[in-house]
């Protein structure tokens, strides 16, 4: 069973350097983790493959949890950023530049800050953050008890809702068109609010929209969520997408150890299971 949303994983080249750029944002830093042992079935989802990887969470009271994962010291250049997260109570103009951007940064994906307006009456605005080669949404509204967001463009719009509605648990909030792009607004629930996250799916309209993310793609390429039971909501991913997932694996983090499954959506968005081992 699907428990709700652990943590965007948002793609680092440093913990300390990207923390700080974090931080300068409003997130604290929860745990950090080095020298992790990386699965090798990761190997085909990646363009830089090491043996062991780097990560960190942190947290916000406006947005998701991110997950710095450090898989090499470059970030691969994307068409689009993924899960790009809607960071609420940002009043801080854009960060300096202390780092060098990619070489092409992506630009603010057109509708979609029209599309948050309408499915979720958030006023964002798209905000570059060089130092982590990314952007996310930012608001000045306050948290407060607000459901946190993230704005994701996908390839096939109906068969990324229906994996997320139907496969992954997710309610149907609204559905629209906003500057010519069509969208789904959903939410993944949980018991307890930081489990919970509302997910604006919106149709990819530009060629570099479509394009697959890798995990070491720039930007928030993965969504991790929780669960009670990794091998039945496995095998209903497997089920829904008709192939296997990409890959399960173990993997000791924070002295927790995990159970992992990782799986390529409709439009090639990554999910990830995460399942708590006991005992």
């Not at 428990?3 to 830093?29: N, Q």
């Not at 990819?204 to 969520?225: H, N, T, V």
């Not at 997408?241 to 959506?265: H, T, W, Y």
């Amino acid at each position: 069973m699907i428990l709700g949303v652990d943590h965007i994983a948002l793609a680092s080249r440093d913990l300390s350097a990207d923390g700080a750029a974090l931080a300068g944002l409003g997130f604290t830093e929860r745990f950090r983790d080095a020298g992790v042992p990386n699965a090798a079935v990761k190997r085909s989802l990646q363009a830089q493959h090491r043996d062991i990887h780097d990560l960190a969470i942190h947290d916000h009271p406006g947005s998701v949890a991110l997950e710095l994962t450090v898989h090499a010291p470059q970030l691969v250049a994307s068409g689009h950023l993924g899960f790009v997260p809607v960071i609420a109570g940002v009043a801080a103009p854009p960060l300096a530049r202390t780092a060098a951007p990619l070489a092409s940064e992506v630009p603010a994906p057109p509708g979609v800050a029209e599309a948050l307006y309408e499915a979720l009456g958030i006023t964002a605005t798209w905000q570059p953050v060089p130092e982590l080669g990314a952007a996310v949404w930012s608001t000045k509204a306050q948290a407060s008890t607000t459901v946190p967001a993230c704005a994701c463009c996908v390839a096939d719009l109906a068969a990324s809702t229906r994996f997320f509605r139907d496969t992954l648990k997710a309610r149907a909030l609204a559905a629209g068109t906003s500057g010519g792009r069509a969208w789904q607004a959903l939410e993944l629930f949980g018991p307890v609010m930081r489990w919970r996250l509302r997910v604006l799916l919106v149709a990819a309209i530009a060629q570099a929209e479509r394009e697959p993310l890798l995990l070491d793609s720039a930007g928030f390429p993965c969504i991790a969520l929780l669960t009670s039971d990794i091998a039945k909501d496995g095998n209903a991913i497997e089920s829904a997408l008709g192939r296997p997932i990409d890959g399960r694996f173990g993997v000791g983090v924070n002295g927790k150890s995990l159970e992992i499954a990782l799986a390529r959506g409709p439009s090639a968005e990554f999910v990830e299971l995460i399942q708590v081992r006991r005992g």
